[in-house]
């Protein structure tokens, strides 16, 4: 085929793009493509996508590293799965079927996070299987399922935002991480609409709101609690639709009359006025959206903060009423999907619950094997990693598809570490990843214009990903490397090698469950703009909003859930008194394995860096551009100030697509959440020193050299 209609690699806007073959050799265009969630808007990242098509940067044969202290080696396929296979079932022999865990990623196509979940129930047999989304989106997830019985990110489609009267977002820096999203903030802006931003910087998103709360990092949830608070104080109550669509208000109400106004100031930082100037813009219109994303989920409370949130927009009667509700934006590209099909620990396909008798019984009938033999609920991504290796009574191999978490993971050295004391570390990328680095086998798998497959959106809408070409060289796609592990593991035929087929699979998988897709065939999807779950059997339409009869629970009313505030995990103190905040760029995505070895890309964003307000910059004695070592109770960190007045005094922010010197997470907090299991990323307690004895000059150049690792495969043969 010379041309592909399919999407970004990247985030869950999931752009439509055009792939062609250029005129030079090898080389591939990408044009924008009108699709439904971007209509022809695309970032520098999605532009620039093909060049990692023929990077030098590519790995396109497998390695090994024989003996540990070895570099890794090229390799066959034969010796690559040879290898894999025998140390695998020389390690469950030792031990037993768990002590093989499997980490997975939401950005793998829904057919290969299906694949990844059976491979390891079916053919490894272990219950040690999670994924990165642990970090990204499970918070919002747990939330939704708790007030609506379902959990879509957005229940409606994405064009409902360009028609609403108020948009808040909390937590959102859209122009950043999704810019072609703005379109729909415009076009609301030009209808008339006002935006709200909670972030505690002046983001490019919060420059373009009518109001900006600049919260103290970690208070998001007190927020909520104090608008909640003035909406009933105000009569913006929506009683009608309280009492006919929702149970447990009466639980939540004396909770929140304790959240007043000039309290939740004195703990958010955000003026008493500009509360209920929000409340009022958020209920004084027709249709208003309340829109949650990482700065308000990703902390050890972060359930509750959108609990929080959602409990507003039940009470100004938002969710399950057309053009207005409660949404929360996706971040990884199948961040939606990658989570519906039982990459996660305590899943199955079609998010049914892995201690459910009757999924386990659906999902064994169709993979032809005994309930009783599928393992039971494993430990979440975070507390899988810190049980990897050494002394410790957890898994001793480990593989890793399609995630980068030496750089993605809070508390990072410390999983390095864990990674490195591993008896067996496979990884398959199709970059030497800093994770990929450590491996003892390294697996070169397919980029997204190489193969077929599905993503499902941050609408909930599945779409096509189509191939261009076949992948370089030795390149295998993942699907395939799972078939022919599973063949060497003695389960050949357990994974089809086939997208479509395994898509098949997963329809059958999900049909009766939560997320179901078993409507949705490859020939529906490419002769639309894709299909919103669930749709559930042939001829199906799909289903664009949700809610608009009924929730998704057993009584049909969405649930007020009763939360209180609570401070960070790691509040400040006279050791470490500021604040870190940590997220992303315009020009980088997630751990940076992709972007940062596009030329493009890491010209406009070469490395991390700390960025501080001038009145902390001037306590410290710090300067524009010198380097800054960050320290917190995990660990230190340096890079280069970048003293601006658009954060708050008490907050430094550090962008995470680094490994190395400058790598944020060495620093993050890896407090769970206790029900969704998500880390604290977005809050912890450091302090701050300049590097003596370097000129701005020099920490400036040593950042940015630093800030790149070239690891290529000569050097590490080398
Ligand atoms: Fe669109 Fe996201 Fe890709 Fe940018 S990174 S082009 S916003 S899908």
Not at 700 to 707: E, F, P, S, Y
Request: proline share 6%; net charge negative.
């Amino acid at each position: 085929m010379s041309r592909a209609a399919t999407h970004c690699p990247y985030c869950a806007l999931q752009c439509g793009m055009y792939l062609a073959n250029g005129a030079a050799s090898g080389t591939v265009q990408v044009t924008p493509r009108p699709a439904g969630s971007n209509r022809g808007g695309l970032c520098q990242k999605g532009w620039t996508s093909a060049e990692l098509l023929t990077s030098t940067h590519r790995l396109t044969t497998p390695l090994i590293r024989w003996r540990r202290g070895d570099p890794l080696e090229p390799a066959s396929w034969d010796e690559a799965l040879s290898f894999i296979a025998t140390n695998l079932r020389r390690l469950q022999g030792d031990h037993d079927t768990d002590t093989v865990a499997v980490l997975g990623g939401g950005g793998l196509t829904n057919e290969k996070a299906y694949a990844l979940g059976k491979f390891a129930r079916v053919v490894l047999r272990t219950k040690n299987i999670d994924y990165n989304g642990r970090f990204c989106m499970s918070s919002a997830a747990a939330a939704g399922n708790k007030a609506f019985g379902l959990d879509r990110g957005l229940p409606f489609p994405v064009s409902d935002i360009a028609e609403a009267g108020t948009v808040m977002l909390a937590g959102a820096n859209v122009a950043e991480t999704m810019p072609p999203f703005l379109q729909y903030l415009s076009a609301q802006n030009e209808n008339g609409g006002h935006l709200i931003v909670v972030d505690p910087r002046v983001t490019e998103t919060a420059r373009q709101a009518d109001l900006h709360l600049q919260i103290t990092p970690g208070t998001d949830l007190a927020l909520a609690l104090g608008m909640l608070h003035i909406a009933i104080m105000e009569g913006y109550v929506d009683r009608a639709y309280v009492a006919n669509r929702t149970s447990g208000f009466d639980a939540v109400r004396p909770i929140v009359m304790s959240y007043w106004p000039e309290r939740v100031e004195r703990v958010t930082g955000v003026p008493a006025s500009q509360q209920r100037e929000a409340v009022r813009l958020l209920a004084e219109v027709d249709r208003a959206l309340i829109l949650t994303a990482r700065g308000a989920e990703q902390h050890a409370k972060g359930v509750d903060t959108v609990s929080a949130f959602v409990n507003l927009a039940l009470a100004l009667g938002l969710p399950g009423m057309p053009g207005s509700g409660y949404g929360c934006l996706t971040g990884q590209g199948n961040g939606q999907g990658g989570r519906e099909h039982g990459q996660k620990a305590d899943q199955l396909p079609g998010y049914r619950m892995i201690d459910d008798p009757a999924a386990r019984a659906h999902v064994a009938a169709v993979w032809g094997v005994d309930p009783t033999t599928i393992p039971g609920k494993g430990p979440s991504a975070f507390e899988l990693m810190d049980s990897l290796g050494g002394d410790q009574d957890g898994p001793r191999a480990l593989l890793v598809f399609g995630t980068n978490p030496v750089v993605s993971a809070p508390a990072a050295a410390r999983v390095e570490q864990r990674f490195r004391e591993l008896d067996l570390l496979v990884v398959a990328d199709l970059v030497l990843s800093e994770t990929a680095a450590l491996a003892d086998v390294v697996l070169p798998t397919a980029q997204w214009a190489e193969e077929d497959g599905t993503m499902t959106n941050l609408e909930g809408r599945v779409i096509r990903r189509r191939r261009l070409r076949p992948p370089p060289g030795e390149v295998r796609t993942d699907l395939e490397i799972l078939a022919g592990l599973a063949d060497r593991l003695g389960c050949g035929g357990a994974i089809n090698p086939d997208p479509e087929r395994t898509f098949a699979e997963l329809g059958r998988a999900s049909a009766g469950g939560v997320a179901d897709y078993s409507g949705i065939t490859y020939a529906q999807l490419d002769a639309s703009d894709g299909v919103f779950w669930p749709c559930p059997g042939p001829g199906h339409p799909g289903t664009p909003r949700l809610f608009l009869d009924r929730f998704a629970t057993p009584d049909g009313r969405a649930r007020f859930v009763p939360v209180e505030h609570r401070a960070a995990v790691e509040d400040i103190d006279a050791d470490y008194p500021v604040y870190l905040t940590t997220g992303r760029v315009l020009a980088q995505y997630q751990s940076g394995a992709q972007t940062r070895r596009i030329d493009a890309l890491h010209t406009a964003a070469p490395g991390a860096f700390v960025e501080l307000h001038p009145d902390l910059a001037e306590r410290y004695g710090i300067a524009d551009g010198d380097d800054v070592r960050v320290t917190s109770r995990r660990g230190t960190a340096t890079a280069p100030a970048r003293v601006t007045e658009t954060i708050r005094a008490d907050t430094v922010f550090m962008p995470f697509h680094w490994g190395g010197a400058g790598r944020a997470n060495t620093l993050t907090n890896p407090a769970l959440d206790p029900t969704s299991r998500m880390p604290e990323f977005k809050v912890c307690a450091v302090r701050l020193e300049r590097v003596a004895g370097r000129t701005q000059r020099e920490a400036g150049a040593a950042a940015d050299a630093g800030a790149f690792e070239k690891l290529t495969t000569a050097e590490v043969h080398g």
